[in-house]
């Protein structure tokens, strides 16, 4: 962490007082329970606001297929109408084969 001190040389005489500067150092019990604490919560956070970005994303996803498909589905609608106004138009050979057989009775 940034906000801890750097640490210094230790300067004891025996082993005794090497412990005891080392212990002295340590945080306090309380203190990393705190620390564990606030980084769980970091966690749960950044957990929670990608599920909720992940949520969003799927919503967007969601409406934009509707919309293409609806879009889609205007489309095909108009390429039907076109096809069917175009086969309507045209004559077809069944009264072509009338109108000549009247022609030619005339």
């Known amino acids: 962490d940034e ?8 300067m004891v005489s025996n082993g005794a007082e090497l412990i005891e500067a080392m212990k ?5 019990p309380e203190e990393l329970a705190e620390e564990a604490n606030g980084f769980l919560n970091r966690i749960k956070e950044s957990k ?6 992940r949520g969003e994303r799927e919503r967007r996803r969601r409406r934009v297929l509707m919309e293409q ?4 589905a205007i489309v095909e609608e108009s ?11 045209r004559r077809c050979r069944e009264e072509v084969r009338i109108e000549y057989a009247v022609w030619r009775t005339e």
Do not use: F, W, Y
């Not at 906000?3 to 230790?10: G, M, S």
């Open 24 to 28: 002295e150092q340590m945080q306090r």
């Open 48 to 53: 929670e606001a990608g599920n909720l970005a």
């Open 3 to 10: 906000d801890r001190p750097v640490p210094q040389a230790i």
């Open 79 to 89: 390429h039907l109408e076109t096809a069917m106004l175009g086969k309507l138009s």
């Open 69 to 72: 498909h609806q879009n889609q």
